[in-house]
């Protein structure tokens, strides 16, 4: 059980799971460059004891595989899988009682701890004197990328009623005036968001507080997606084996076990551009307006470690981090929503893009005709729950001939792919919201979501080689080139570069036309039209990248032979248009210069040698 991150950082090296780096390492995209180089590699956590233009030490990658996480809370992980499964079903312990009190034993033991007074350690410093880590060549300045923003609520004040969330932070850049004021960027649905919309009709600011630190617990439970009456503070306690310590200074709550503290408040009204940032679907979120923190004071302990990660194209830390949640609380989904087996937001897509899921279908077993109906119901439950309700693309089915997996994606894919009735069986919903982050929508948080159902009995065999229609097409249309198959029933043809919509529904009409033209392909029931069709055809990383992070449904959704019937919408093949667009984001590309100096840390005597 450790008090304070330094004590997990010894263990971790104690264990061979972390290495030191003494040499100076440049916080200018040098540290988060060899922070990618190790987690790709499956490494160590890595200590950069030397930061330059700081006193202050950095760790990253302590999270960087589940193994490493598993044994950071070996102590008390099971202790904490009890109560997290007690609360996500509380009559097992009403039938039981005398088999769950160890449980409840445990969670009052967590409950937070107040205290009189700052620790003797702390000390006041300023944001400048911070580890300034800018991750990616085109981000806005330096950002916290683990930090703990905690808010309480304006109603009902209090650390039980108090949400703490990991929303990242600018500290730097921009139009920000160093040391006095900082960014902070949310998405919708968030904690503070609600906290922030109190604060504003009171109109009166939100005092916010930022820990960064402390036991790597208090750093997994801003990320947890924890129970109802279950407090993020409380699940610290729990994961950490020991109680969250806190007191209040100046009215804004201080972690006493925290390595960094930055208190401030968010006034009705105050935003400043924040962004650019290298963002998880693997491009940068851009300039936006978000909420100001006017900074209040900034504390640091003695000997205070600075804890970060790396945000980019998946995998990425923050990949095992959502597989440690998974295997710590279960799938809570199943019990949250009737029906349900199983949701999982496909990594490779950016997370929040694309969603396989398997549900039930058990409205009308009396009818001969298998189709969708129960699914339909489950999956407006599923894109209205949480975060899930930032997927674009949800493809669900059940279960009937054999089991499922949306872990194999290929095999899920295909099963659907399958039995999918293009012209009965795709759903779109349009002008709603979407990932913040994902810029191919109509605007920040606006797009819309296709919803494809498959259920029944087998229809088609998909082709495992590119039909002949599609191997002609350049005859035809020479602009439309080098067709190759991605996975069995999924056909990309690179198409001429995307200049406007208009222009795209012309080329599309003229594709979709020209295939009818050929002939019927029912084994190849989607198209995909790219920039690369060797590149999206190379590996399945890279189709689920492209095609989901580059569309948005309504728009970039065409058919061959498509239809409207009652305002639903048909066809006898998918062209999905995965193109680049003009307003989408650009990709995250290393600074090849500093991909060059880093070398010297993985040569020959170098402290990374073996990685």
């Not at 710590?328 to 989904?333: F, P, R, S, V, W």
């Not at 060797?534 to 728009?555: C, D, G, M, Q």
Request: with cysteine; charged share 25%; glycine share 8%.
């Amino acid at each position: 059980m450790y008090r304070n991150l330094e004590e997990a950082i010894d263990d971790l090296e104690a264990h061979g799971h972390l290495v030191r780096i003494s040499e100076e390492v440049d916080p200018y995209l040098e540290m988060a460059a060899i922070h990618l180089k190790v987690y790709e590699a499956g490494g160590p956590a890595l200590l950069f004891e030397n930061v330059k233009g700081s006193k202050y030490r950095a760790v990253s990658n302590l999270f960087g595989t589940i193994e490493r996480s598993k044994f950071i809370f070996r102590k008390t992980w099971l202790a904490t899988q009890n109560v997290i499964a007690l609360r996500n079903d509380p009559i097992k312990a009403l039938k039981n009682p005398m088999a769950h009190i160890q449980s409840a034993f445990a969670a009052a033991k967590a409950l937070p701890m107040k205290k009189s007074s700052l620790p003797a350690s702390f000390q006041e410093i300023q944001i400048a004197d911070l580890p300034m880590i800018q991750h990616w060549p085109k981000d806005g300045g330096a950002f916290i990328t683990l930090p703990q923003v905690y808010s309480e609520d304006p109603e009902k004040p209090g650390i039980m009623n108090a949400n703490l969330g990991m929303y990242r932070v600018q500290l730097n850049g921009n139009e920000y005036e160093l040391n006095k004021e900082i960014g902070i960027h949310y998405q919708i649905q968030r904690g503070i968001g609600v906290h922030q919309a109190k604060a504003n009709k009171k109109e009166e600011p939100l005092k916010v507080s930022i820990f960064i630190g402390g036991p790597p617990a208090h750093t997994l439970s801003a990320v947890m997606p924890l129970p109802e009456g279950l407090s993020e503070m409380t699940f610290a306690g729990m994961l950490a084996g020991r109680r969250f310590r806190y007191s209040y200074v100046d009215g804004y709550c201080i972690s006493h076990d925290a390595d960094f503290v930055i208190t401030g408040e968010i006034h009705p009204g105050e935003t400043k551009p924040e962004g650019p940032f290298g963002d998880h679907l693997g491009y940068y979120s851009l300039t936006h307006d978000f909420p100001l923190l006017r900074v209040h004071k900034v504390y640091a302990r003695k000997n205070a470690i600075w804890p970060f990660t790396v945000v980019g194209r998946p995998p990425q830390e923050d990949t095992s981090f959502g597989a440690l949640i998974h295997e710590l609380t279960g799938d809570a989904i199943p019990r949250e929503i009737p029906g349900v087996k199983e949701v999982h937001a496909v990594d490779a897509a950016g997370v929040h893009p694309l969603l396989f899921a398997i549900g039930s279908e058990r409205y009308t077993p009396y009818q001969r005709v298998k189709q969708p109906a129960e699914l339909l119901t489950i999956a407006n439950r599923i894109l209205g729950t949480g975060q899930l309700s930032l997927a674009k693309y949800l493809f669900i089915t059940a279960e009937e001939d054999r089991p499922l997996d949306t872990h194999r994606e290929v095999d899920f894919l295909t099963y659907i792919l399958e039995r999918l009735d293009l012209r009965r069986d795709i759903h779109f919903q349009t002008n709603t919201t979407i990932d913040t982050l994902d810029y191919s929508g109509t605007g920040l948080n606006q797009g819309s979501k296709v919803i494809i159902a498959a259920y029944g009995d087998r229809k088609r065999q998909l082709c495992k080689e590119i039909p002949e229609p599609l191997k002609k097409l350049p005859e035809d249309l020479p602009y439309f080139s080098e067709p190759r198959l991605v996975l069995p029933g999924i056909v990309a043809l690179q198409g001429p570069v995307f200049s406007t919509y208009e222009k795209a529904k012309k080329e599309l009409n003229d594709l979709s036309e020209a295939i009818q033209k050929r002939g019927s392909i029912p084994s190849c029931p989607v198209i995909l039209l790219c920039d690369d069709s060797e590149y999206i055809s190379s590996s399945n990383k890279n189709f689920l990248w492209v095609t989901f992070t580059r569309s948005n449904p309504a728009v970039d959704i065409y058919g061959v032979n498509a239809f409207y019937a009652n305002k639903h919408w048909g066809c006898d093949n998918i062209i999905i248009d995965v193109r680049s667009k003009p307003h989408h984001a650009p990709p995250l590309i290393p600074d090849p210069t500093v991909e060059k100096k880093i070398e010297r840390f993985f040569g020959k005597g170098a402290p990374l040698v073996d990685i």
